[in-house]
Each structure stands twice: as C-alpha cells, then as structure tokens.
C-alpha cells in the first residue's frame, strides 16, 4: 500500500461550508471529482452507488469520481463542508484512487486535527492572497494525509483488499525488487495464473497489461531517484534492472516527455551544485 500512497497526486478544486435545510435533495448525479464531505450537524440519507448510508454529525464522507449519489435531509437542519478536489495514482490508470487504497465511503471524523486543517482551509479560501492556491492545496495534502493514516491503523490484519490479491502480489513483488526486471513468466509463477490470465487481471485492476504496468512503475521509480539522489543516469538505469542506460532513456522519455537528465534539471535538487 505504502507504493500506492507516495504515487498519489491530488489537485485541489474547491471548499465550501453549507448550511441546508429539510428541504435539501441532491440527484441522482454523477461526480466528476473525488468529493468530500464533513458533517457538523443534522442528519441525511445518501446513496452512493447502491449503498446507503446515514450522514450523521462527526462523520467524514468521501465520494469517489465518476459515482452515482442521491442524498436528501433527514433533520431539520444539515451542516457540512464540502471539499472538491481530482485525485489518481500516477501508474494505476483509470483505477479509482480511494478503492486503490482501501478507502471506505464512510470514516470517522471525530479528530481534532481534521477539524483544524479544514477551520483553516476556510479561513484561507475567505481571505484571498498570492499564496492561497498553494495553502489549500496543502491543507488538503494534510487532510487526506490524516484521513490515511487513520484509516491505515484501524484496518484489521485480514482486511479483504478491494484489488484482487493476485495483481496486489505482483506489485508487491515488483515494488521490493526494483533492480529486477523479472519476465512474464517469473510473474505469473509468482501469482500462481497463466500469463493471458494475469494480463486480464491488470487491464481489470490497474487499466494496463502487466507490460506497460511494468514500465509505468520502473518510470515512477527513476523519477524519485532522479529527484531525491544525484546519481548518474547510468547507475539508476542498473538499479531498476535496465541492462542498456540508453533503453532506459529512450522508455524515460517516452513515458514523461523528458530525457532523465532533462528531468532531473527540472525538478530536482539543485543546491548541492
């Protein structure tokens, strides 16, 4: 999980704090964007896909993108933030992030420091500045940061994951092995399915065969060496199981647009020299 959890990008769109009355209904709509909701007050009925759920005060309601929802009142009064924001795990394709990682629809808000960071993401989308796109971004960082964490340590040791167990083997696999550049054969003796078996199991669960998967990830992780080491090209293309750096290159490039060392020069770090 913990590969899926540093490969997460989230892009904030907007917060807005609402005060509904009995009369408040919404849909039956199709999200575009992952949405948030922290509830303060009252109750609702909301459906999201076919699951009903009671809203209730204290409670945090996360909406996945591209879900059906339906909710109306059930109390006089509802109270509720709402946070809109795109979220995706860079290498998962069209994989919905929040089933990614196990995110259940419904989590318990009761924390003081969820509160705060969103006291204070409101404070910051009601007093415009140079800064306030990059401070609710952050805000939302943290927020989801604490949501994770949270939910990470309440998970029992034989949670039922939502990827199937095959693919999330092979990832594991591949994630502890990054000097490995493992054939389909290796993989699919390790998952235990033949090899047109475990390529419909990755366009199922991750939106790719097992082969640009591969290269997918193998990118991901050479952007972090990129960033985080001054290593030489060279060297990371052996690290990741790449036998010739000018393979490795050329995949780069196609992958992000950029050679590796155009890459490092713009993102990386660049006060050691």
């Known amino acids: 999980m913990s590969l899926f959890v540093d490969s997460l990008k989230i892009l904030f769109l907007h917060i807005k704090p609402y005060e509904l009355d009995y009369t408040w209904t919404v849909g039956p709509r199709q999200l575009h964007h992952s949405v948030l909701w922290y509830v303060t007050a009252g109750q609702f009925a909301l459906h999201v896909q076919d699951a009903r759920h009671v809203g209730r005060a204290g409670r ?5 993108p591209r879900s059906a929802i339906r909710c109306h009142a059930i109390t006089e009064r509802v109270s509720l933030v709402s946070v809109n924001f795109d979220a995706n795990i860079t290498f998962l394709g069209g994989r919905v992030w929040s089933e990614a990682l196990h995110l259940p629809v419904e989590l318990d808000g009761e924390c003081p420091q969820i509160a705060s960071v969103l006291q204070e993401m409101l404070r910051t989308a009601g007093q415009p500045s140079a800064a306030q796109t990059l401070l609710l971004q952050a805000g939302l960082q943290k927020l989801v940061a604490l949501l994770l964490n949270r939910h990470i340590r309440s998970m029992p040791s034989g949670a039922v994951p939502v990827m199937d167990a095959r693919v999330e083997k092979v990832i ?6 990054p000097d490995r550049f493992p054939k389909m054969a290796e993989l699919c003796e390790w998952a235990e399915v033949s090899e047109s078996h475990l390529r419909k199991l990755f366009i199922r669960f991750t939106g790719m065969p097992p082969l640009h998967f591969f ?9 972090e060496m990129l960033v985080r080491t001054d290593a030489r090209i060279s060297d990371i293309a052996y690290r990741l199981g790449f036998a ?16 590796p060392q155009q890459y490092r020069q713009k993102y990386g770090i660049w006060m050691d020299g």
């Open 60 to 64: 945090i309601y996360l909406l996945p």
């Open 172 to 177: 594991e696999y591949l994630s502890c092995r």
């Open 215 to 223: 290269h997918h990830m193998k990118t991901e992780q050479a952007k």
């Open 244 to 259: 010739d750096p000018n393979y490795f290159s050329r995949l780069f490039k196609n992958k992000t647009g950029f050679t």
